[in-house]
């Protein structure tokens, strides 16, 4: 949840995440200029903190645009369409239909 990530993050159990905190948990330990802007406009009231109630509005808001971007399943539309169902079939390696073959019964070896 939300409330997990936050409170892994800030490490010191302030109720709230500081520029150092998130700097010391971002992924690969790198921190450039984006991310930089990143959590200042998640810092809504500028205080150079994250309180819950920002991190939580962050995700939402990340959540939903990822939604959006998400292809979904005209049959499911909660569900998210599956890439895999648009691949060839391909035949298993060392074994399977020779195409081209008279009736297609040859195996491939």
Request: no cysteine.
């Amino acid at each position: 949840t939300a409330r997990d990530a936050f409170s892994r993050i800030d490490v010191n159990n302030a109720g709230m995440i500081s520029i150092e905190e998130a700097r010391s948990a971002f992924v690969n330990g790198v921190w450039d200029d984006e991310a930089e802007k990143v959590f200042t406009e998640m810092d809504k009231n500028g205080d150079g903190k994250l309180k819950l109630e920002e991190f939580e509005e962050a995700l939402r808001l990340t959540q939903e645009a990822r939604a959006r971007m998400v292809p979904q399943h005209p049959q499911h539309p909660q569900h998210p369409t599956h890439t895999h169902h648009n691949l060839p079939s391909i035949p298993p390696v060392g074994g399977g239909v020779q195409h081209g073959s008279p009736a297609g019964r040859s195996v491939v070896r």
